[in-house]
Protein backbone atom coordinates (compact mmCIF):
# COMPACT_ATOMS: atom_id res chain seq x y z
CA UNK A 1 0.00 0.00 0.00
CA UNK A 2 1.26 3.37 -0.70
CA UNK A 3 1.84 5.51 2.20
CA UNK A 4 1.99 9.48 2.40
CA UNK A 5 2.89 10.99 5.65
CA UNK A 6 2.85 14.98 6.96
CA UNK A 7 4.47 15.76 9.81
CA UNK A 8 1.85 17.32 11.23
CA UNK A 9 -2.27 16.62 11.55
CA UNK A 10 -2.61 20.23 13.38
CA UNK A 11 -0.72 23.40 13.80
CA UNK A 12 -0.89 26.75 15.02
CA UNK A 13 1.38 29.73 13.91
CA UNK A 14 1.71 33.30 14.17
CA UNK A 15 1.79 35.80 11.71
CA UNK A 16 4.97 36.51 10.40
CA UNK A 17 6.22 33.12 11.31
CA UNK A 18 8.28 30.52 9.28
CA UNK A 19 6.15 27.71 8.80
CA UNK A 20 7.50 23.82 7.32
CA UNK A 21 5.58 21.17 6.55
CA UNK A 22 6.69 17.82 5.71
CA UNK A 23 5.68 15.60 3.44
CA UNK A 24 7.08 11.79 2.63
CA UNK A 25 5.82 8.76 0.75
CA UNK A 26 7.63 5.32 0.57
CA UNK A 27 6.59 3.91 -2.84
CA UNK A 28 9.21 5.61 -4.87
CA UNK A 29 7.00 8.03 -6.78
CA UNK A 30 8.49 10.69 -9.20
CA UNK A 31 5.71 13.05 -8.50
CA UNK A 32 4.57 15.02 -5.50
CA UNK A 33 2.34 17.47 -4.82
CA UNK A 34 1.14 20.60 -2.77
CA UNK A 35 -2.72 21.45 -2.31
CA UNK A 36 -4.93 23.34 0.06
CA UNK A 37 -8.32 23.00 0.77
CA UNK A 38 -10.48 25.98 1.27
CA UNK A 39 -13.71 25.57 1.77
CA UNK A 40 -16.04 26.41 -1.12
CA UNK A 41 -12.86 26.86 -3.55
CA UNK A 42 -12.33 22.65 -3.91
CA UNK A 43 -8.80 21.32 -4.01
CA UNK A 44 -6.01 24.66 -5.08
CA UNK A 45 -2.71 23.14 -6.44
CA UNK A 46 -0.26 25.46 -4.97
CA UNK A 47 3.42 23.27 -6.00
CA UNK A 48 4.61 20.16 -7.58
CA UNK A 49 7.66 18.31 -8.34
CA UNK A 50 8.12 15.52 -11.05
CA UNK A 51 12.15 15.07 -9.84
CA UNK A 52 14.92 15.66 -7.27
CA UNK A 53 15.71 19.13 -6.66
CA UNK A 54 13.05 20.13 -9.36
CA UNK A 55 9.53 22.48 -9.03
CA UNK A 56 6.70 23.84 -10.66
CA UNK A 57 4.49 26.64 -9.57
CA UNK A 58 0.79 25.33 -9.55
CA UNK A 59 -2.57 27.38 -9.63
CA UNK A 60 -1.76 29.32 -6.09
CA UNK A 61 2.58 29.37 -5.33
CA UNK A 62 2.20 33.30 -4.09
CA UNK A 63 3.47 32.82 -0.89
CA UNK A 64 4.47 29.45 -0.48
CA UNK A 65 7.88 27.99 -1.87
CA UNK A 66 9.05 24.07 -2.56
CA UNK A 67 11.90 22.01 -1.70
CA UNK A 68 12.36 18.40 -2.88
CA UNK A 69 16.43 17.63 -1.77
CA UNK A 70 15.29 13.63 -1.79
CA UNK A 71 13.28 11.52 -3.99
CA UNK A 72 10.78 10.69 -0.64
CA UNK A 73 10.36 14.12 0.81
CA UNK A 74 9.11 17.68 -0.21
CA UNK A 75 8.55 20.51 1.99
CA UNK A 76 6.17 23.28 1.58
CA UNK A 77 7.40 26.78 3.08
CA UNK A 78 5.52 29.63 4.19
CA UNK A 79 8.29 32.30 4.27
CA UNK A 80 6.31 34.45 6.50
CA UNK A 81 2.92 33.08 7.62
CA UNK A 82 -0.30 35.31 7.24
CA UNK A 83 -3.92 34.71 8.62
CA UNK A 84 -5.28 34.15 4.83
CA UNK A 85 -2.93 31.32 4.49
CA UNK A 86 -5.44 29.35 7.24
CA UNK A 87 -6.64 26.22 5.13
CA UNK A 88 -5.85 22.43 4.90
CA UNK A 89 -2.76 21.28 3.23
CA UNK A 90 -3.00 18.37 1.43
CA UNK A 91 0.10 16.61 -0.11
CA UNK A 92 0.21 13.57 -2.77
CA UNK A 93 2.19 11.52 -4.53
CA UNK A 94 1.91 9.90 -8.16
CA UNK A 95 4.11 7.79 -10.16
CA UNK A 96 3.26 9.16 -13.71
CA UNK A 97 0.41 10.30 -14.66
CA UNK A 98 -1.78 7.78 -12.40
CA UNK A 99 -3.43 7.88 -9.29
CA UNK A 100 -2.32 10.81 -6.87
CA UNK A 101 -2.74 9.27 -3.17
CA UNK A 102 -3.02 12.04 -0.30
CA UNK A 103 -1.49 12.30 3.18
CA UNK A 104 -3.72 13.01 6.20
CA UNK A 105 -3.26 16.22 5.98
CA UNK A 106 -2.31 19.17 8.46
CA UNK A 107 -4.87 21.47 9.39
CA UNK A 108 -2.82 24.62 9.83
CA UNK A 109 -4.20 27.98 11.98
CA UNK A 110 -1.97 31.22 11.66
CA UNK A 111 -3.35 33.58 14.35
CA UNK B 1 -9.74 26.68 -19.04
CA UNK B 2 -9.54 22.69 -17.94
CA UNK B 3 -12.79 22.54 -15.71
CA UNK B 4 -14.66 20.12 -14.02
CA UNK B 5 -17.81 20.51 -12.30
CA UNK B 6 -19.78 18.51 -10.08
CA UNK B 7 -22.97 19.53 -8.50
CA UNK B 8 -22.32 20.30 -4.80
CA UNK B 9 -25.27 18.91 -3.49
CA UNK B 10 -26.16 17.79 -1.15
CA UNK B 11 -27.46 14.96 -2.82
CA UNK B 12 -29.72 13.06 0.06
CA UNK B 13 -30.99 9.17 -0.28
CA UNK B 14 -31.98 6.56 1.44
CA UNK B 15 -30.21 3.58 2.67
CA UNK B 16 -30.09 1.15 0.55
CA UNK B 17 -30.77 3.16 -2.52
CA UNK B 18 -28.55 3.95 -5.66
CA UNK B 19 -27.18 6.85 -4.71
CA UNK B 20 -25.54 8.58 -8.75
CA UNK B 21 -23.04 11.30 -8.59
CA UNK B 22 -21.81 12.87 -11.94
CA UNK B 23 -19.14 14.69 -13.16
CA UNK B 24 -18.47 16.70 -16.39
CA UNK B 25 -15.03 17.70 -18.08
CA UNK B 26 -13.85 20.21 -20.69
CA UNK B 27 -11.38 18.46 -22.54
CA UNK B 28 -11.97 15.66 -25.25
CA UNK B 29 -8.15 14.28 -25.28
CA UNK B 30 -8.64 13.21 -21.21
CA UNK B 31 -7.62 10.36 -20.83
CA UNK B 32 -7.60 8.53 -16.87
CA UNK B 33 -10.54 9.99 -14.40
CA UNK B 34 -10.89 9.37 -10.77
CA UNK B 35 -13.19 8.85 -7.83
CA UNK B 36 -11.99 10.09 -4.81
CA UNK B 37 -14.40 9.79 -1.31
CA UNK B 38 -13.66 12.07 1.42
CA UNK B 39 -15.04 12.21 5.06
CA UNK B 40 -15.44 15.81 6.96
CA UNK B 41 -11.95 16.54 8.19
CA UNK B 42 -10.35 13.94 6.45
CA UNK B 43 -7.89 13.48 3.24
CA UNK B 44 -9.41 12.19 -0.42
CA UNK B 45 -9.32 8.58 -0.61
CA UNK B 46 -9.40 7.04 -3.81
CA UNK B 47 -12.37 4.81 -4.47
CA UNK B 48 -11.56 4.04 -8.64
CA UNK B 49 -10.27 4.75 -11.76
CA UNK B 50 -11.20 4.55 -15.10
CA UNK B 51 -9.43 4.99 -18.18
CA UNK B 52 -11.98 3.61 -21.18
CA UNK B 53 -15.32 3.90 -22.48
CA UNK B 54 -18.06 2.11 -20.54
CA UNK B 55 -18.61 0.98 -16.98
CA UNK B 56 -16.07 -0.44 -14.27
CA UNK B 57 -17.61 -2.31 -10.79
CA UNK B 58 -15.92 -2.39 -7.93
CA UNK B 59 -17.76 -4.26 -5.43
CA UNK B 60 -20.77 -1.99 -4.44
CA UNK B 61 -19.23 1.16 -6.65
CA UNK B 62 -19.66 1.82 -10.65
CA UNK B 63 -17.98 4.19 -12.37
CA UNK B 64 -19.12 4.68 -15.68
CA UNK B 65 -17.18 6.79 -18.52
CA UNK B 66 -18.66 8.41 -21.79
CA UNK B 67 -15.86 10.20 -23.41
CA UNK B 68 -18.07 11.32 -26.41
CA UNK B 69 -20.19 13.24 -24.44
CA UNK B 70 -17.28 14.17 -21.45
CA UNK B 71 -19.01 12.74 -18.76
CA UNK B 72 -18.37 10.16 -15.78
CA UNK B 73 -20.42 9.10 -13.05
CA UNK B 74 -20.00 7.15 -10.15
CA UNK B 75 -22.96 5.37 -8.61
CA UNK B 76 -23.18 3.54 -5.32
CA UNK B 77 -25.82 0.46 -5.07
CA UNK B 78 -27.19 -0.19 -1.43
CA UNK B 79 -26.20 3.10 -0.23
CA UNK B 80 -25.26 2.57 3.66
CA UNK B 81 -24.74 5.67 6.11
CA UNK B 82 -21.21 5.32 6.13
CA UNK B 83 -21.35 6.12 2.57
CA UNK B 84 -22.10 9.76 3.41
CA UNK B 85 -19.02 11.63 2.66
CA UNK B 86 -17.76 14.34 -0.48
CA UNK B 87 -17.30 12.67 -3.97
CA UNK B 88 -14.74 14.41 -5.92
CA UNK B 89 -14.11 13.64 -9.59
CA UNK B 90 -10.50 14.11 -10.77
CA UNK B 91 -9.81 14.25 -14.54
CA UNK B 92 -5.92 14.00 -15.93
CA UNK B 93 -5.31 17.00 -18.81
CA UNK B 94 -2.71 17.27 -21.06
CA UNK B 95 -0.93 20.09 -20.35
CA UNK B 96 1.76 21.19 -23.11
CA UNK B 97 4.38 17.78 -22.54
CA UNK B 98 3.25 17.17 -19.03
CA UNK B 99 -0.21 16.15 -17.43
CA UNK B 100 -2.29 18.11 -14.47
CA UNK B 101 -5.17 16.37 -12.41
CA UNK B 102 -8.04 18.65 -11.74
CA UNK B 103 -10.23 18.52 -9.18
CA UNK B 104 -14.42 18.87 -9.34
CA UNK B 105 -15.36 20.85 -6.00
CA UNK B 106 -17.02 18.05 -4.87
CA UNK B 107 -20.72 16.40 -4.44
CA UNK B 108 -21.63 15.78 -0.79
CA UNK B 109 -23.92 12.42 -0.30
CA UNK B 110 -25.86 12.06 2.86
CA UNK B 111 -27.71 8.25 3.09
CA UNK B 112 -30.51 8.20 5.37
CA UNK B 113 -30.84 5.78 7.94
Known amino acids: DVKVTQSSRYLVKRTGEKVFLECVQD?????MFWYRQDPGLGLRLIYF???????EKGDIPEGYSVSREKKERFSLILESASTNQTSMYLC??????????FGPGTRLTVL | QKEVEQNSGPLSVPEGAIASLNCTYS??????FFWYRQYSGKSPELIMS????GDKEDGRFTAQLNKASQYVSLLIRDSQPSDSATYLC?????????????FGSGTRLLVRP
Open chain 1, 49 to 55: SYDVKMK
Open chain 1, 92 to 101: ASSLGEDTQY
Open chain 1, 27 to 31: MDHEN
Open chain 2, 50 to 53: IYSN
Open chain 2, 27 to 32: DRVSQS
Open chain 2, 90 to 102: AVNFAMDSSYKLI
